[in-house]
């Protein structure tokens, strides 16, 4: 077992293709824990174990990987890069407590490189930025390190430089001479140190006072300057053939904080917020951040950050508020796919347990003495979606249980039924992750499904005030039914929280008060199916006003009926519409190509926002546009860029369709309505 202060948590992340499965690949290798380095096109890697990893070349999931490095043991957690797989990368944030943000020399900032490093710097975790793939023959590193500081700011200072045969690289910290192609060193030394040293303002005084400082000085307000985030150091690597791996590893080991000397995470519960602190003999508390199936046992493995106090095979210990204690069986330590068992876990460790059904991503496991939620980063919603239909008939109910059960490993993966198709339909970011969800769903549950072209989440609304009124009866023979309901709708704010705010305003007991919940029922039947075109309704603020009732046929169904009817009738006065999604768009591409895709864009009924120039000559491109515009934008924008762009899309927010397009979208669905009838 280790002692808190030898740990280190550190998740390698960056954008698809910037080298962290080959850097994770050359630290096992360098530390011994491998007798040879594999490589993401051998399709070897320790990390990439998954089938679909290796089909495709790119992570999918966070692998998980432990090793000793000068006498520390390092928790090595590799994410995803690809904007598809973004969730894995995400949920390993709260988990480490040093991010290194992996940038490949030759292609720059990307899009996931922003986004990663901002949450990792939301999430207030110390921060390290790899320089890789040193061997580019096309990088130009000294423009790289500006944007770099110009995007993340001046604290990104270069702790170490290529040399200039690009066989080694050259220590800033403890070299205050030397010659880099890259910069002189000396400047970069004076430059680290001097950062370092701000972060002390004691020490800041000695130095401006003109007195040196010694190294061992220097060493310990560097170590506090990462711990803190004002120095993110950068570092240089060629992953390939192993270069500035040992000296990265020096530095997380020598500089980079243990889970002792980070910030205490933070249990929310309501408005109570309770610190963690890193105590291996202090109550339980845990983050369960990776859920995944055994690619060859189909066994479920959880992955847990443990905060606080020691898990042992026999501990009973609870999941958030359930009252269910479960116990671990085993403690287990992952080496990518291979696990091995410990005797325990304790606090700052990451461990992995097994068969354990009920946990999900997000879980906090603890011994009843603490309760809440560990903060997560934002994911983003998923956007794309695909409505599926097992090709054997009869399989309906199995497809549904196997997507539930994927949606397990992946927050950014959501499972659905559509309540007008009755249609399941499967939401993610992007359509490498639907079809690598798919693949997955083939593999292991043995389905085949066909799949229909993305139906647009479209809403419903209303946009003036109007009354409504329904008399629901039947009194012809046998037990008689009457119902009679008045109501008014008015526009709510847009992007109001419920989509409903219904108020009781009938007085004089016309209508009695047992029915109000009926009536409620029969309206919100209607707001979940629409309309206009079958789309659930929002923004919408309901009044029940008035109403008759019978002392012996009014009944519950009676007036479930009558609510319907008046607010349908309302509705149909209240100048109804459809509201469309609006996604932020985020477009990389080579520079020459701006003009094309902005063109394309605003024919889509697009707004560009703005745009900024990146290293490399590529440029990113922000618009917000219609979702449905650009369901199938991929193989767009692949085509009019030749494959050299990516783009990443969030939910914006609704907004009133055209008129032309409504009219289009209510065709389709009464034509779809009378198919359904035949
Ligand atoms: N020339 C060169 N190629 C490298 C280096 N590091 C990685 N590569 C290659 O770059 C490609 C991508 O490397 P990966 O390690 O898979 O990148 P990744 O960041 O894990 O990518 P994702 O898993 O998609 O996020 C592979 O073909 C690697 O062999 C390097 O230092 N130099
Ligand atoms: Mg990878």
Redesign the pocket.
Known sequence: MADINDIRNVALL??????????AEAILHKTGKTNRLG???EKNTIS?FDDEEKER???IHSAIMNTVHNGKTINLI?T???PDFIGAALTSIPVADCCVV?ISASAGIEINTRKLYQAAEEAQKSRIIII?????ETADIPELIGTIQQTFGTQCRCANLPAADKESVIDCLVNSTGSSPVMDVAQAHTELVESAIEADDKLMETYLGGEQISQDKIAAVFAKAIAEGKIVPILF?????EIGIAEFLDLITNYAPSPAQVKPAKLIDGEKITEIKADPAGMLAGLVFRVGLDPRSNMKYASIRIFSGTLKSDTSMLRGSDKKTIRPGHVLKNQGTEISEIPEGTAGDIITLAKLEELQIGDLIHDGKVAGKFEMPKVPAPMFSLALEPTSKGDEQKLGTAMEKLTEEDVCFKVSRDHQTHELVISGLGDLHLRVILSKMEKRFKLSVTTKKPKIPYRETITSKADGHYRHKKQTGGAGQFGEVYLRVEPAPRGSEESLQCTWDVFGGSIPGQFESPIIKGIQGVVETGVVAGFPMQDIKVSIYDGKHHPVDSKEVAFRAAGKGAFIDAVKKAKPCLLEPIVNIEITIPADHVGNIAGDLSSRRGRVQGQEMLAGNMMVLKALVPLSEVASYDSQLKSATGGQGSYSMTLSHYEVVPSNVQQQVVAQYAKEKEEEAE
């Open positions: 960056g954008h698809g293709g910037a080298g962290k499965t080959s850097i490589t993401v096109e990439d070349s790119h992570s590799d995803p890069g690809y992996v890789n793939k040193l061997d580019s690597t060629n992953a390939k053939k």
